[in-house]
């Protein structure tokens, strides 16, 4: 069994690239809807709000986990691994080493909340993979409020001027290769693509889902389909509607509550 969390719904892009990838594998999803976002939180309340996120998910009995949030993966992965004994995977290193595979240019752009922006995680990741590429990070806070919010149909006139605003640095940067270093931006990455044609998307959930996958490779199980459940620390009312926008025609379901203060 797989548990995953995010901040919010927006880890649900990995979480279904990871049922795809690894149909037969029961899962248990963790969307801390309650205290959504982490980006514009301290370091010590990210890692305090993701050990307890892990600690709700190890009482099922886990035996990998996935971060698939980038604020958290970039911040609280040490500290995860160091005090859980599973495997436990983050966002950043796959799709770093998928961007430096990629690049022609030896340009690489990342898009990540402030925290992940601040800290320099991926960068670092990018560098470990290959010293030569050169790493040009933007924050954009407000895109995890328009995917929360809605603002996620394709020409939507704010998300646009929005990715406009953030995006104008990466410009003419002579970037070829764009890591989504937060799971909610794949959800508007229309408009990251209107604003800078031509340069290859990441989406680090993804990377990360495909990454686990491999290395964990459970693979056929006794071929029957895995469960997923899932859990929000918020009012689990109108999940499915919300999280459609993750999902698109995935199977759903509804969602659980859980008070994450008691973990
Ligand atoms: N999906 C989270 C991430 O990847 C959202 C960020 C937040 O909660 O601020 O960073």
């Known amino acids: 069994m797989i548990g995953i969390f995010d901040s919010g719904l927006g880890g649900l892009t990995a979480l279904c690239e990871l049922a795809a ?12 809807t309650g205290r959504v976002p982490y980006g514009s939180k301290s370091e ?9 996120d ?19 993966s970039s911040t609280a992965l040490p500290t995860l691994r160091e005090k859980f004994d599973i495997p436990v995977f983050g966002v950043i290193e796959a799709a770093a080493r998928e ?18 922006v601040r800290n320099g995680a991926f960068e670092r990741a ?7 590429v050169e790493v040009t990070s933007v924050a954009c806070p407000l895109f995890v409020h328009l995917v929360e919010n809605g603002f996620i149909e394709r020409g939507d006139a704010v998300t646009l001027a929005a990715a406009e605003r953030y995006l104008a640095p990466l410009r003419g940067s002579g970037i070829d290769t764009l890591i989504l270093g937060c799971t909610h931006y794949p959800i508007i990455s229309w408009a990251i693509e209107a604003v800078l ?9 993804e990377a990360a889902a495909k990454m686990l996958a ?26 499915e509607a919300a999280a459609r926008v993750f999902m698109g025609s995935f199977p759903i379901g509804h969602a659980e509550y859980v008070d994450i203060s008691k973990y």
Do not use: W
């Open 99 to 116: 961007a430096a595979a990629t690049t022609r240019s030896g340009r690489v752009g990342v898009l990540g909340t402030s925290t992940t």
């Open 21 to 32: 990838l690894l149909p037969h594998e029961d899962m248990i999803y963790f969307g801390d």
């Open 54 to 72: 892990m600690n709700f998910l190890c009482g099922f009995g886990i035996d990998a986990a996935l971060v698939a949030c980038g604020t958290a």
């Open 214 to 239: 491999s290395e964990l490779g459970h693979g056929g199980g006794d071929g029957k389909q895995g469960k997923i459940r899932f859990f929000v620390s918020d009012t689990p009312d109108d999940f």
């Open 44 to 52: 010590a309340t990210i890692v305090r709000y993701s050990v307890q």
């Open 197 to 205: 044609p031509g340069v290859r998307l990441i989406s680090s959930g």
């Open 126 to 132: 990018v560098k470990d993979a290959d010293m030569s």
